[in-house]
Antibody
């Protein structure tokens, strides 16, 4: 079955960097796009980024453009999110999600999430 | 970018009631809309995709309709396990924006 396990979250000071990872299993990772979605404490879902199956195309939300970069390593079945210049408003649970079999731009499986707290 | 709105933001209904949630896109998105359910403390799960297709394993009391800019999620007979926040998401083009959510609880 599909498994997505995020790691790399933690407490980080404003302006610093953090890299999240998502280990995928149970499906052919190199055949599917992958997403990052976040949820601030007590708030709604915010789509963050998407990368194509081969890593050639990536899209980022305006709120993170120029600061965050999505990437992937298909040989390791791993998705990444490099987060630079972190702000307090980036505090959230970050979920990785697999592109749906029926549509590249949405998701059908999500990981359990990893919490990122940006605080001095 | 296309904006997504939902109404109401919250509702309280009795077990067995019919519940309807509305999602509206600021521009037409065809039928490229999904509905997610997020139970308290849990990961979101997809209920419906392509506006009206029920995801495998989802109870048939859930249904979706609409196209273009106006969409609805209906729970035909509300059950205690349906207490959750429901989100719509557009996926016609990036960004794949979510609606702000509708919190459903039992009266």
């Amino acid at each position: 079955q599909v498994q997505l396990v995020e790691s790399g979250g933690g407490v980080v000071q404003p302006g610093r960097s953090l890299r999240l990872s998502c280990a995928a299993s149970g499906f052919t990772f190199s055949s599917y796009g992958m997403h990052w979605v976040r949820q601030a404490p007590g708030k709604g879902l915010e789509w963050v980024a998407l990368i194509s199956y081969d890593g050639r195309n990536a899209f980022h939300a305006d709120s993170v453009k120029g600061r965050f970069t999505i990437s992937r390593e298909n040989s390791k079945n791993t998705l990444y999110l490099q987060m630079n210049s972190l702000r307090a408003e980036d505090t959230a649970v970050y979920y990785c999600a697999k592109s749906a079999r029926y549509a590249y731009l949405t998701s059908d499986y999500w990981g359990q999430g990893t919490l990122v707290t940006v605080s001095s | 970018d296309i904006q997504m709105t939902q109404s109401p933001s919250s509702l309280s209904a009795s077990v067995g009631d019919r519940v309807t949630i509305t999602c509206r896109a600021s521009q037409g998105i065809g039928n490229y809309l999904a509905w997610y359910q997020q139970k308290p403390g849990k990961v979101p799960q997809v209920l419906i995709y392509d506006a009206s297709t029920l995801q495998s394993g989802v109870p048939s009391r859930f249904s979706g309709s609409g196209s273009g800019t106006d969409f609805t999620l209906t729970i035909s007979s509300l059950q205690p396990e349906d207490v959750a926040t429901y989100y719509c998401q557009k996926y016609d083009s990036a960004p794949s924006t979510f609606g702000p959510g509708t919190k459903v609880d039992i009266k």
